[in-house]
């Protein structure tokens, strides 16, 4: 499998390379770890390694199945969502997505559930979403994302392969400030000159080995780098449309979204408005 995106965790990439050469990836899996740790980008390419259409390793990240899901665009990948902000997933949203689990892929083979904060739901709601493991469709597949994995009942554990992502290092002050100028560097190139997959993949540093308070910063640099290449520019129209979206993302980031839904909203952001 493709999943150099990931940052580390070179025995889970083995392992999920192992079962996709194999067997097939599995219908369910607990993704687990701490903030930054990167479920959030493990659970995206696991989605498009299931749904991609493309030749040779999977994801491709070129198939149009695997561009709709870096961009969070794709029907059959469905995030789940607690009802308000911080609030879990409730026992009447699992009975939904029973229901919705029901109904066939709209363009795929597969349909792909990420629950977030899933650890954090009550027994109630966890022993529906256990009935749902054991006894949904073959094409619907789960992906647990949960910071504490004891927080989930042992009987929807053990019917998810487990995915204990390690933390992310955390380099000295100086060493995170260079990285952080030479990300928003190649990332405002990206914005000012790439197309869109060349966009995509840049944009994927915004997800990686990012927790909230480093996300801010790297989005706050990459403002600043837009602009001043804007004051430079003689045709700023593109980077002024790409410094009003990294706005935008400064405001959803503080709202606690994550990561890679800041990456899709971005490259959507920026090849909508054509």
């Keep these: ?48 390694a299931m749904l991609c259409t493309g030749p040779g390793e999977k994801p491709c990240g070129r198939c149009g199945p695997c561009v709709k899901t870096a961009k969070g665009l794709h029907p059959d990948v469905i995030l789940v969502d607690g009802p308000g902000e911080g609030k879990p997933i409730t026992v009447d949203q699992v009975r939904q997505l029973r229901a919705d689990a029901y109904i066939r892929p709209n363009e795929g ?18 022993n529906a979403m256990l009935k749902l ?9 789960f992906l647990l994302l949960a910071e504490n994995a004891g927080g989930l009942l042992e009987t929807v554990r053990s019917r998810c392969e487990s ?3 390690g933390p992310a290092e955390e380099p000295a002050d100086g060493e ?12 405002a190139g990206a914005l000012e000159r790439a197309g869109e997959l060349e966009l995509l993949e840049a944009a994927m540093v915004l997800d990686a080995r990012r927790g909230r308070e480093e996300l801010s910063a790297l989005l706050e640099a990459l403002e ?25 993302l400064r405001s959803a980031a503080k709202l606690n979204v ?5 990456s899709g909203w971005l490259c959507a952001g920026m090849f909508d408005a054509r």
Excluded: C, F
């Excluded at 930054?36 to 980008?41: E, I, L, S």
């Excluded at 493991?133 to 597949?141: C, K, R, S, T």
């Excluded at 602009?227 to 410094?243: I, S």
């Design 163 to 165: 995915l204990a992502l």
């Design 176 to 187: 995170a400030q260079r990285e952080r100028r030479q990300a928003a560097r190649e990332l």
């Design 258 to 262: 994550n990561g890679g839904q800041l």
């Design 224 to 248: 600043g780098e837009l602009g001043a290449r804007a004051a430079q520019a003689a045709d700023r129209r593109r980077l002024l449309r790409a410094v009003d979206l990294v706005k935008e």
């Design 109 to 126: 083979e597969r349909k792909v559930y990420l629950l977030e904060r899933a650890d954090q739901m009550n027994p109630s709601a966890q």
């Design 133 to 141: 493991l054991e006894e949904g469709p073959p094409y619907a597949a």
């Design 1 to 48: 499998m493709n999943l150099s995106a990931l940052a580390g965790n070179q025995r889970i990439k083995e392992q999920l390379s192992l079962q996709e050469r194999g067997r097939g990836l599995s219908h369910a899996y607990m993704i687990s770890g701490p903030a930054g740790a990167g479920k959030h980008t493990l659970a995206r390419l696991l989605a498009a």
